[in-house]
């Protein structure tokens, strides 16, 4: 057995304290806030909510981060429900059955479901992911620069592919992340490349600064810019668990979610909202009556939300095991683990296996907390929908600015985010995807660094590439995933174009 | 969008240029010949091919995705660049003046920005935000936030 079951209860026992309970419940809290308002995403919500973790003891910053990511997943669905804009990405899928269930008057067991589903969705990933994940990581260790640089081009080859509308923009904003992160000292010989004479840029860009800037900041920008007016949810919601009829009804689909949420979300670059749709393909395919599907059915507000969910426990097994994030949201978190002192990655169940356990069992702790608080706080999450962008967005941009400089007391950082929250801003505006960015400053140095090993090792041949299985077999799935993605794009975007809910709501942003 | 993409690859042409005119300053590597510019050049050029192919897709017609020309006539540009200004006005204040005298107007100028009209609510919304952020990141986070001219009482 590869599960170290004295550890994991051992964990438990670190966890169900007073102190990280409570950090627990307001990282759930916190989380499912920011997931739940338009506009913010659950990469957004984690980032902001980063620094909050500064200076805590590393059991209370870690179960914190396992809060914060669980209540953002779920967040998202309680906006797609109510006034048809998912409050993250991953929720995009839960409007096409949601909010037609609103619609006729089944808010309350559409909420309730999505919220049941989330639970199911993530102590199924969270099974699979601590039996996964050090099965991975001992796999990993075969590892060497070769295959980890071609772990880095797989996924970023994956989070280019599915990003935006143009795969041209998406590797050219892909090229440009990687620049950035090659801005700081050159990890080998030490020589300052970019730093334009400021002593702040000599380890590079700071992550979160730059993080909130690309994500936070520029989605306040973009909101100044369009002026959206806050929907109004007129629905009742008296209803906190599914009925019984209700979970008999979904069970094939919160089963099928779960299990096609961890497998997406373990694939790097691959997040929710991609798991949320393919879940949903196959709930409608595989019914007796897909003709009913977008009518308002339950069993597909159970498929998207267990798949959207299931996915960070798929997601944190690359990311614990070999240290590359499976999504977005786990690339922030890459960033907090490393501040924290952690270097996620196979040596992580060698040297910090008690802390590996610690986030295994505050992520199972958290589904529990995110039912209960789901249930206890469903109409005040609802309201809080409703706050006035002219209140929320300066408010976000204060926890912006004053995240950025809590990190180091500088006013640089701050002018950093700002200057990227421009820049985030106008990429968007002309249809450049962020992610990949994201996820370039994450795996840019990891795939310098692994590819001047691979060429030193090599006498500088770059046969090397090719010459280790493993790597080849990444290379070929990268440039294939890209390749397939520049021929299918269209046909893509006109089957999911086609899936969504008919325009007839003026209420719609 | 043909003219958004054909600037939008001629920066990318510019950004790539500018990386490989500055690597041929730094040092080679004394043992081996991958050097510090030995990464940073390759992107440089995967940045200035597909740069060109966006410029070459924009000329020939094969562009998808529409989006809004961009105008500073636009009132929703004029905000933007009102409260990039405000931004970096806060940014610069926010030591010398403090974060508490800093934030409150600028918590105040954004709202009337967005369109706020309800003088009820910049009574107490500034305060609130203001005072609920300091005492989060100064009692509960112990993170210091600067303090400037309330220095003395706080």
Redesign the interface.
């Known amino acids: 057995m590869n599960v170290n079951f004295d550890l994991l209860v051992h964990s438990y026992a670190n966890i169900f304290t007073l102190k990280v309970m409570f950090v627990v419940v307001v990282g759930v809290s916190a989380g499912i806030v920011i997931g739940a308002l338009p506009g913010l995403t659950a990469t957004m919500g984690v980032a902001l909510l980063i620094?909050?973790t500064?200076?805590?003891p590393i059991v209370e910053s870690l179960s914190m981060l396992m809060g914060i990511y669980t209540g953002a997943m779920y967040g998202g669905a309680i906006s797609a429900i109510l006034i048809r804009t998912p409050g993250t990405p991953a929720a995009a899928a839960t409007i096409l059955e949601g909010y037609p269930m609103c619609k006729k008057g089944l808010a309350g067991s559409a909420m309730s479901m999505s919220l049941f589903s989330s639970f199911i969705g993530g102590i199924i990933g969270c099974a699979i992911m601590i039996f996964m994940s050090p099965l991975v990581s001992r796999f990993a260790l075969q590892f060497g620069p070769v295959e980890y640089f071609a772990l880095a081009v797989f996924g970023l080859s994956v989070i280019i592919s599915i990003s935006g509308?143009?795969i041209?923009?998406g590797?050219?904003v892909g090229?440009?992340g990687?620049?950035l992160s090659?801005m700081g000292l050159?990890p080998?010989?030490g020589?300052p490349?970019?730093t334009f004479g400021f002593s702040e840029l000599m380890e590079g860009p700071n992550f979160i600064p730059t993080l909130i800037g690309l994500f936070a900041?520029s989605e306040v920008?973009a909101?100044?810019?369009?002026?959206l007016k806050t929907q109004k949810v007129k629905a009742k919601l008296n209803q906190y668990l599914p009925s019984w009829s209700e979970i008999k009804r979904s069970t094939s689909a919160l089963i099928k979610g779960s299990l096609i949420g961890t497998f997406v979300g373990a694939i790097p670059g691959a997040g929710g909202d991609i798991a949320a749709f393919i879940a949903y393909a196959d709930t409608k395919r595989s019914s007796k009556t897909p003709e009913l599907f977008g009518t308002g059915l339950v069993e597909g507000v159970a498929a998207t939300e267990s798949a959207n969910n299931s996915c960070q426990g798929g997601a944190m097994i690359p990311l614990l095991s070999l240290g590359v994030p499976g999504d977005a949201v786990t690339a922030v978190l890459l960033g907090a683990f490393v501040i924290q002192g952690l270097q996620p990655g196979p040596l992580l169940y060698k040297e910090h296996i008690d802390l590996v356990y610690v986030i295994f069992s505050s992520m199972v702790v958290a589904q529990f907390v995110m039912q209960f608080v789901g249930m206890a706080g469903m109409r005040f999450f609802a309201k809080v929908i409703m706050i006035?962008?002219?209140?929320l967005?300066?408010?976000i941009?204060?926890?912006s600015?004053?995240g950025s400089?809590?990190m180091r007391?500088s006013?640089f950082d701050?002018?950093l985010t700002?200057l990227f929250?421009?820049a985030g801003?106008l990429l968007q505006?002309?249809?450049?995807p962020l992610s990949p960015i994201l996820l370039a400053l994450i795996l840019g140095p990891m795939?310098?660094s692994n590819?001047?090993r691979a060429?030193?090792i090599s006498s500088?041949h770059g046969s090397i590439l090719v010459t280790r299985p493993i790597a080849v077999v990444l290379l070929v799935l990268a440039f294939t995933f890209l390749v397939l993605s520049f021929l299918t794009h269209?046909k893509i975007e006109r089957r999911l174009a086609g899936m969504a809910v008919p325009d007839d709501d003026a209420a719609l942003p | 969008m043909k003219h958004?993409?054909v600037i939008?690859g001629v920066i990318?042409v510019l950004?790539g240029a500018y990386?490989l005119i500055?690597c041929q300053s730094?040092?080679p590597?004394v043992v081996?010949?991958?050097?510090?510019a030995?990464?940073?050049e390759i992107?440089?050029w995967?940045?200035v091919v597909?740069?060109a192919?966006?410029i070459l897709?924009a000329l020939l017609g094969k562009?998808?995705?529409t989006?809004e020309r961009?105008s500073l006539r636009q009132k929703?540009?004029q905000?933007?660049l009102l409260?990039?200004g405000v931004?970096?006005a806060?940014?610069?204040i926010?030591?010398p003046v403090g974060?508490i005298l800093a934030?409150i107007p600028?918590?105040i100028i954004?709202?009337f920005?967005?369109?706020?009209r309800n003088k009820f609510?910049y009574l107490w919304?500034?305060m609130a935000?203001?005072i609920g952020?300091y005492l989060?990141?100064e009692k509960v986070?112990?993170?210091?936030?600067p303090n400037g001219l309330l220095d003395f009482i706080l």
Do not use: H, W
């Open positions: 620094p909050l500064f200076g805590r509308r143009s041209v923009k590797v050219m090229f440009f990687l620049l090659s050159d080998i010989s020589f490349r970019f900041v920008i909101n100044i810019e369009k002026m006035e962008n002219s209140i967005m300066p408010m941009l204060v926890l600015i004053i400089y809590a007391g006013v701050v002018g700002i929250g421009i801003f505006r002309y249809d450049f795939a310098e590819l001047r060429l030193v500088g269209k | 958004v993409d939008s990318g950004i990386v500055t730094f040092p590597d081996m010949k991958i050097g510090p030995f990464f940073p992107l440089a995967g940045l597909f740069s192919l966006l897709q562009v998808s995705g989006f961009l929703g540009m905000r933007v409260s990039v931004m970096i806060y940014c610069a926010l030591k974060f934030t600028f918590i954004f709202m920005l967005l369109g706020n609510q919304v500034p935000i203001t952020v989060v990141f986070l112990v993170l210091s936030l």
